[in-house]
Nanobody, 114 residues
Framework: QVQLVESGGGLVQPGWSLRLSCVVS????????MSWYRQAPGKQRELVAR???????HYADSVKGRFTISRDNAKNTVYLQMNSLKSEDTAVYYC????????WGQGTQVTVSS
């Protein structure tokens, strides 16, 4: 059974940085694109960034130039480096395959507030 375990969130001030990690157990990691998603209070879950098995990346317009997604295939881990954080980045962040077909993990809370 595939499991997704996100970590690295926290409470930070605007302009600060965070690095999220997602460890993927199971055999899907090396054969699927992986993405980070987020869900803010009262809003639908949205795609933040995607990285293919070959390392090609795609970003939502709202995070382009500030966030960087990467993956370590040897560690079955996908990362999200978030710089210049804004209050509107506040959300629970999740990772999943793209398109998502694995049961969602618990996510990691990111709160950006002064």
């Amino acid at each position: 059974q595939v499991q997704l375990v996100e970590s690295g969130g926290g409470l930070v001030q605007p302009g600060w940085s965070l690095r999220l990690s997602c460890v993927v157990s199971g055999s899907i990691f090396s054969i699927h694109a992986m993405s980070w998603y987020r869900q803010a209070p009262g809003k639908q879950r949205e795609l933040v960034a995607r990285v293919t098995t070959g390392g090609n990346t795609h970003y939502a317009d709202s995070v382009k130039g500030r966030f960087t997604i990467s993956r370590d295939n040897a560690k079955n881990t996908v990362y999200l480096q978030m710089n210049s954080l804004k209050s509107e980045d506040t959300a629970v962040y999740y990772c999943n395959a793209d398109p998502p077909f694995v049961s969602w993990g618990q996510g990691t809370q990111v709160t950006v507030s002064s």
